[in-house]
């Protein structure tokens, strides 16, 4: 009884695959990967005996767009297709009188016949068709639990520094090789496989490629604010570092990246702004813009101190000689700006009875001194800073440094 069992099972079951099959996928959801295709049975159909793991010769699979379908036949990949329209499967291994030579045909599916009988009637075999979302997976939500090393460089003014920056946002990716993604993936899913068993996964690894990706950003030497401007530099920065993990490993793609501001702890971004204005002032016009500044809010203050106009203009003179005159800073930056700049040697000392000395020390035969650019004193002038004053009307103290004079 066996084996007719098994002879009648082999017979009815090859004629049953006969019929060509008709294979489709309904709109893939956002949050699906991976589906199985389904044959197309409808009411008036007389396939309804046919095997669910078999794929007739000559049978055809629809493709959409944002698609890409591939046949498995006994758990190895054997056809791919991700061009929308009509796929005509016409290598199967099961035969069917409707496809190619009549004769030949009919000749295979007897062999075929013969096969299934070994097996006890049943096909021996396993054959499936995937459907793979192509689309852009979008809204993967990220943030970063601690901050991460972020090292600011501008080479005009000699800043390097590392800050801690903590970042949020969202990112989107794809899958770019259907055959990476079944291979290490999915496998042989039964219906379809869902993002949500490898969103945790992706988006730890994610988190993780940030720092590498940033540190190739500091190359570019932008500041961490200007992060969210360079979306496609972070993009191809993260798809290096995410390489081996994703791309060749999966078959996965980062496709864009939205971040949310960027933010820093208050000392970093405060040892930012000093490092900052420390490098304007290495610029003597800067810095003598700075300290006019500095000597006209000194001027106001001093014309409303309480203890009297005189003591403010004193107490305002002996700050402004400790930070010396802004138009000596003025002249040593227009000097600068006329002649190349080099090393400035120092001054040999004026011969008994010729060139004059500095109040910083230097002796000096031109009209500005060449250590500290302060200019030549003409007729009288203070025995403290230097400054020169009309000896015809000598002031009580002293314009530029406030002692008194006399």
């Known amino acids: 009884m066996g084996l007719l069992r098994a002879a009648q099972g082999a017979v009815a079951g090859n004629l ?8 489709y996928c309904e709109a893939i959801d956002k949050d699906i990967m991976v589906v199985k295709g389904q044959k197309r049975i409808g009411n008036r159909s007389s396939n309804t005996k ?18 890409c379908m591939i046949i498995v036949e006994q758990g190895k990949v054997v056809e791919v297709c991700a061009e929308p329209g009509e796929f005509t499967y016409d ?33 021996g075999k396993d054959q499936r068709v995937y ?15 601690s901050p991460i090393p972020f090292r600011v460089v501008d080479s005009k003014i000699g ?11 969202i990112y989107s990716y794809k899958i770019v090789d259907p055959i990476l993604f079944y291979t290490n993936v999915c496998g042989n899913v039964e219906s379809e496989y869902k993002r949500e068993e490898l969103d945790q996964q992706l988006k730890t690894e994610f988190v993780s490629a940030l720092q590498p990706a940033f540190g190739k950003l500091s190359e570019l030497e932008i500041r961490p604010n200007q992060i969210a401007t360079h979306a496609t530099d972070l993009e191809n920065a993260m798809n290096e570092a995410l390489s081996a993990k994703w791309s060749e490993l999966r078959g996965l793609e980062v496709v864009s990246i939205a971040l949310n501001p960027i933010t820093l702890p208050e000392e970093d971004q405060e040892a930012i702004k000093q490092m900052q204005r420390a490098a304007a002032l290495r610029d003597p016009n800067m810095a003598g ?9 000194a001027m106001r203050t001093a014309a409303g101190n309480e203890g009297g106009a005189m003591n403010g203009f004193i107490g305002m003179g ?4 400790a930070g010396g005159s802004a138009a000596n800073l003025f002249a040593m930056g227009n000097q600068a700006g006329q002649q190349p700049a080099q090393a400035a040697p120092t001054a040999p000392s004026a011969p008994a009875g010729e060139g004059w000395v500095c109040s910083c020390g230097a002796t000096n035969n031109g009209n500005f001194c060449t250590q500290c650019g302060k200019a030549k004193p003409v007729g009288s002038h203070c025995a403290n800073c230097g400054a020169a004053y009309d000896p015809a009307n000598p002031p009580k103290f002293c314009p530029e440094c406030g002692k008194p004079i006399g």
Do not use: H
């Open 16 to 23: 049953a695959d006969q019929w060509k099959e008709f294979f």
């Open 289 to 297: 813009a700075n300290i006019a500044m500095a000597q006209a809010d």
């Open 159 to 169: 800043l390097d520094i590392d800050v801690s920056v903590r970042c949020s946002g």
């Open 131 to 145: 459907y793979f979302n192509t689309k852009e997976l979008v809204d993967n939500k990220f943030g970063t639990p």
């Open 91 to 123: 290598s199967s291994s099961e035969p069917s009188i409707f496809a190619g030579s009549l004769g030949e045909s009919i000749k295979n599916t007897f062999k075929n016949i013969g096969r299934r009988f070994t097996f006890g009637g049943d096909t």
């Open 318 to 321: 002996m700050a402004m000689n």
């Open 50 to 67: 046919a095997s669910d793991n078999i794929i007739s010769n000559g049978s055809g699979i629809a493709v959409a767009d944002g698609q």
